[in-house]
């Protein structure tokens, strides 16, 4: 079922049409990869809490592996199904300027929902702030491993930005630096989390399951983690689109709404660390 564009496709063609049975035209696997490892991290993190109940029968090795393998699915499910989305087919798209304006606000509005739910366990955290205070023994936040993390998340954002500046500048060099350098702090940053993660549970026996705090801080930063992730993906597929000489200073949408997410991601850390990590030492 292959189909075949002549020399404009640049041998690109869609592997999740040839993947599907006959007769299924332009369907796709990828989307169920994605809800597939999706919905193995909820199951993962209900086994990790009823592993951690007494007379619990469960290995506890279960939980961090399901939770492993779901986000490696989902991130794969997700890099699949954007390639095949936007990449697969974009020489032989024209360039529309009313298609990139819908995707931009398209991607507004997305934020907006995100900022609703990070707003939902923010407001959780200021609920039990405004109690006894704090709630129980709290392992050291603010040390050397926050504060580098938090450098390298910004200063991502900016590599980006120069990364973005320099393709509406038609500079391919500085762009494709820019990108690379982006995606690798991204993935340096999630890297210092995990470590930081390990930190806690082994070192300090600071869980989710640490009373309130514990689940607060564990929800807010576990969900930041996770968006940080679904970014990287998306620079992943941005850095393989530039790689291919798919962008120009008249045609960079896709740059433009991944830098707009990326931006975010890095506000809202900004607002976690002042707010759960230097807010909670504070009269701890």
């Not at 040839?18 to 909820?42: C, H, K, M, N, Q």
């Not at 991130?75 to 990449?87: E, R, S, T």
């Not at 630096?177 to 690798?184: F, N, Q, S, Y």
């Amino acid at each position: 079922m292959s189909t075949d564009h002549g020399g404009d496709d640049h041998g690109h063609h869609l592997p999740a049409v040839e993947d599907w049975p006959r007769g299924f035209g332009e369907a796709s696997w990828w989307p169920f990869v994605t809800a597939l490892g999706a919905g193995g991290i909820y199951v993962a993190a209900a086994f990790f809490i009823v592993a951690g109940g007494q007379d619990s029968t469960i290995d506890p090795m279960i939980a961090p592996l399901l939770a492993a393998s779901s986000v490696g699915a989902f991130l794969f499910g997700l890099y699949g199904w954007l390639y095949h989305a936007f990449v697969a087919e974009f020489w032989s798209r024209g360039s529309n300027e009313t298609s990139a304006s819908a995707l931009r606000w398209a991607m507004i509005a997305f934020l907006g929902s995100e900022l609703a739910t990070f707003g939902a366990v923010f407001t959780y955290y200021f609920f039990i702030r405004a109690g006894t205070w704090p709630p129980g023994e709290l392992p050291h936040l603010t040390g050397s491993l926050v504060l580098i993390n938090t450098a390298i998340l910004v200063a991502s954002s900016l590599t980006l930005h120069w990364a973005h500046v320099a393709i509406r500048n038609e500079d391919r060099r500085k762009f494709l630096l820019g990108l690379l350098t982006t995606l690798v702090l991204g993935m340096v940053f999630i890297g210092g989390q995990v470590y930081e993660y390990y930190e806690f549970i082994v070192h300090s026996n600071f869980t989710i399951t640490s009373g309130f705090f514990g689940s607060a801080f564990f929800g807010l930063t576990g969900l930041h983690g996770l968006h940080v992730s679904l970014g990287g993906v998306l620079l992943a597929v941005v850095t393989i689109r530039a790689l291919a000489g798919q962008y120009s200073a008249e045609r960079h949408v896709s740059v433009s709404t991944v830098s707009m997410y990326w931006h975010f991601v890095d506000v809202v850390w900004i607002f976690l660390v002042v707010v759960l990590y230097v807010g909670a030492s504070i009269g701890a």
